[in-house]
């Protein structure tokens, strides 16, 4: 698995999100209140919404468009409402933030 | 191999069939759906809650798009199948795709019945079915106009009642002499028209239409007799059909509806039917009980599981509009070896009346008061001799062998197996096993869990005191609606406790008023942040993490993910040099769309957000700031010309209006704020729909307040009227203050008005000169930290990294 550096934790704002583009489209990359770090695609299961807009409440984030609940962990829609979005490996060395690439290839097959 | 199951219909019955078919085989089909109607699998019954406002649409929809992708199945919206070819085994929809099957159901619904007499083609002639027709009359409520229900039937009288909580003159014509006469004997038909008259519908009995009159569109109805009735629009509720053409064209046995055995086979083994478009033992079904019966037989006929039967059954009908109650069940026609008790309150309007035959219930009709409704149900289910209890038989179960009248008594003496809720056949034993095994606490968790009182939402009442009953004195039900789901206290308790203990971050409240979550949600966040900002606006720091994105941003997100931008224009008013400014930037950006909005502003769409802080600084430097049109804040105030230009105007309204805007823009209340000051009493300003307005007359201004024209449409309310300029921005500004500082996030003024009182506003903000300048003070002092314009300091650099990505990944070994 190869990690590709994207910057430092300290770039995300506490309780938010920030967009790493790739040939893909857009990855959505969060920072809890806890200063966890979890990656998943911009793109809510529900009609598309970029989910980096939204409001981030412990390991979730609330779509701006719709008001769907997305799990930060599991990619997963929570309550009432079903779907998934995909999830991307992350990892934090010191302050430094990596996402895995054979993740982004593997949409692409 | 996976094997083709196609699907022609998206309704009710059909989702449900699902439903149970994805529990027992979920791979064992590869499923397609053609919906003529373009959308998802939504509640049809609810459609009237929906019509009077009580619900949206969304809150309807059973299975939303995630639902259909996450069990792989392609669902074609607004795809009608025109054709079955029962030798290819493939069906045709009128968009041109084919699809082959190897079992078919369908599942075409019913088409409403449409009278043939003259007119019935007229625009403005409509029937109430899906959502389209409930848009339809929404627009057509607008006018507020006169309305004519044809029908007085369950669907008519929903349809009438919806229409005339939206401000609509209604009418409701029926053929037959007493109202439902279908499940209401005469003297509940009676009632019934008494309290549909009462909430100021009329109502027409024995009234035969002749013809549906107009030029081009609408007029009114003629009767047989002559009279006509006004109308701009008609609404069809006369009765449904079966939607069997398709398959009749594909040569399948039809006689009312789609011709089934008691495991829904059609006539050809590899088709199946269900739904209203089915007939069963000479059966055709309109309520959902029965159809939710179809769903299960047909689930387990395709995977070949338990050897399910449909068996007939009395369905009870309930009427779905708020404050009528009423319940009918099985038989209750006179006959010679037939028996009535009947029970009569005139003054508390309740009459009961239950059918007996041998000594058991073939028949009750409720009215008034139908708590009783599902233990007659179940007494008439198991054909219970009721000898024993004769006498105190109508009284209801209360009053049975002992029991006090307690309605928790009644609802613990059901059996277990007696049926709550109708729609979705859950039965008392199911719900408190339920409660018990998972840890169930409240009304949405029984819904969500064991879709009792989910569907029509009549059985709420019990499915409450069955939650009572279960968890005893940990059962709250909400007599304060909490603000969400990470505390039990509801707004006003909150910002009550904010000032009170002086609360002054978000974390502090969320601490000291002991929060569920740790940080909150997305629903008490901006709420709290906002409460903070309103009530400690020089010592609290904004949180942009709790604010919504479009707040964070300042621009408003588009359903794809761009943006739109609107400048601000004092009063709507704008010049050659701002107008030219605006057409560079839309060149220079390449803005797909530029549009006039309803605030008299304009409106830039598609704007990238990486864009945003570059379209400002060219703006600015125009002299342009934010127009806030993204903000639970001030919006826009809009003017007509007034007493500079018109010849009817009586003061400079354009003037008032600028003055108003540049005093309170920037400022942040509950929910958007939109204004308008109209120089004369023509209003062309269209102030009296707003939230708060002014109209000029020759004596002053007067002001008004707690309008709307959008969910709802609502004329304001007059607060009073005042003699000078300096006056009127002292009071609105005032009114405005007093809203901030009392309503609860989201809440509009006219909704915070109903609440409080309007007599209770007016003596704060008219009567008393103290407490009006009291806040108009406070107002004053909370501008000085909110009159910051946040497009110039976004130019500035502010928020940098809310506009552009972290970094970019991946696109070198792409070009490869």
Redesign the interface.
Known sequence: MTWIAIGSVTDIPPRGARCVATPQGKIAVFRTADDQVYAIDDHCPHKGGPLSQGIVHGAAVTCPLHNWVISLETGKALGADEGSVRTIPVKVEGERLFIALEALASKAA | MTEKLVIIGNGMAPGRMLEHLLEAAPDRYAVTIFNAEPRVNYDRIMLSPVLSGEKEF?EIVIH????Y??HGITLYKGHRIVAIDRDAKTVTSDHGVTESYDRLVIATGSVPFIIPVPGKDLPGVLSYRDLDDVNAMLLAAQSRAKAVVIGGGLLGLEAAAGLKERGMDVTVLHVMPTLMERQLDPAAGYLLQKAVEARGIKVMTKANTKAIVGNGKVEGVELMDGTIIPATLVVMAVGIRPNSTLAKDAGLEVNRGIVVDDRMQTSDPAIMALGECAEVGGHVYGLVAPLYEMARVAAARLTDGEDKRFVHSDTPTKLKVTGIDLYSLGDFADGDDREEIILRDASAGIYKRVVLQDNRIIGTVLFGETADGAWFNDLKKKATDISEMRDTLIFGQAFQGGVSSDPLAAVAALADDAEICGCNGVCKGKITGAITAKGLTGLDDVR?HTKASASCGSCTGLVEQLLKLTLGEAYNPAAVQPMCGCTSLGHDDVRRLIKAKGLKTIPAIMQELEWK??????KC??ALNYYLVCDWPDQYADD???????E??HAN?Q?D?TYSVVPRMWGGVTSAGELRAIADVVDKFDIPMVKVTGGQRIDMLGIRKEDLPAVWADLGKAGFVSGHAYAKGLRTVKTCVGSDWCRFGTQDSTGLGIRIEKFMWGSWTPAKVKMAVSGCPRNCAEATCKDVGVVCVDSGYEIHFAGAAGLDIKGTEVLGLVKTEDEALEVIVALVQMYREQARYLERIYKWAKRVGTAEIKKQILDDAEKRRAYFERFVFSQKFAQVDPWSERVSGKDK?EFR???????A??AE
Not at chain 2, 805 to 811: K, L, T
């Open positions: 969304e939303g798009d995630g639902w992708i996450k969500a979550t740790s940080c909150g949600c997305a966040r901006p942009y993490q709790s604010r919504f994105i479009n964070r941003v997100i359903k993910g990294h990505p972290m970094a970019s990944v991946g696109f070994e792409a």
